[in-house]
């Protein structure tokens, strides 16, 4: 069966520090990709999505950087963290279509 | 226009009751339809996933698409204090997918 794992589950930093936030998903081959975030109260915003190695798409022009090095890994950066960089982050993966699968999320606090 | 709307509630019925779930959407390409249920601080998880019009049964979960008027409906059979959480409706088209903002649900004991 599938999983992901999305690490780690909460994470405190100074602004101006870097980020980097790790997915990967088992049991299944050229899967497509998801970063969101979610602020509390409101929807799940897509920043990026990869449907292979190497192929990033951004939907939000921001402070935030996407890479996938493997197949089966998404990694989410930042150079400098800024205090509008706090939120839930969710790593998603999809077979190409139907449904979405989530990782538990980090919770990003930026101090 | 937002892809997919969704009623935030909050909603809050007594265990046992039936609970009925609404999301309506814009776009009449082909697509999936999804439910997800979401708890405090995780990550959401899915519980429905269907593409046809009509209803979709699982366990005390019953997910309902209704294409012509645009419409998706989750109802939710002898609600227990457990089916507490936010429920998120989505839907797929191609690499895309479109979330609800979310309805929050409480059963009260």
């Known amino acids: 069966s599938q999983t992901i794992h999305q690490w780690p589950a909460t994470l405190v930093q100074p602004v101006g520090s870097p980020l980097s936030l790790e997915c990967t998903v088992e049991g299944t081959s050229n899967p497509n990709l998801y970063w969101y975030r979610q602020a509390a109260g409101r929807g799940l915003q897509l920043l990026f999505y990869s449907v292979g190695i190497g192929q990033i798409s951004s939907e939000v022009p921001q402070n935030l950087s996407a890479s996938r090095p493997q197949d089966r890994q998404f990694i989410l950066s930042s150079k400098k963290l800024l205090l509008s960089d706090s939120g839930f982050y969710l790593c998603?993966?999809?077979?190409?279509?139907?449904?979405?699968?989530f990782g538990q999320g980090t919770r990003l606090t930026v101090v | 226009q937002k892809e997919v709307e969704q009623d935030p509630g909050p909603l809050s019925v007594p265990e046992g009751a039936i609970v009925s779930l609404n999301c309506t959407y814009s776009n009449s390409a082909f697509q999936y339809f999804m439910w997800y249920r979401q708890y405090s601080r995780k990550g959401p998880e899915l519980l429905m996933y269907t593409y046809s019009s009509g209803n979709k049964e699982d366990g005390r979960f019953t997910a309902q698409v209704d294409k012509s008027s645009k419409y998706i409906s989750l109802f939710i059979r002898d609600s227990q204090p457990s089916d507490s959480a936010t429920y998120l409706c989505?839907?797929?088209?191609?690499?895309?997918?479109?979330f609800g903002t979310g309805t929050s649900l409480t059963v009260i004991p």
């Open positions: 989505a839907r797929n088209t191609g690499n895309q997918f479109y």
């Open positions: 998603a993966w999809s077979p190409g279509q139907g449904e979405a699968f």
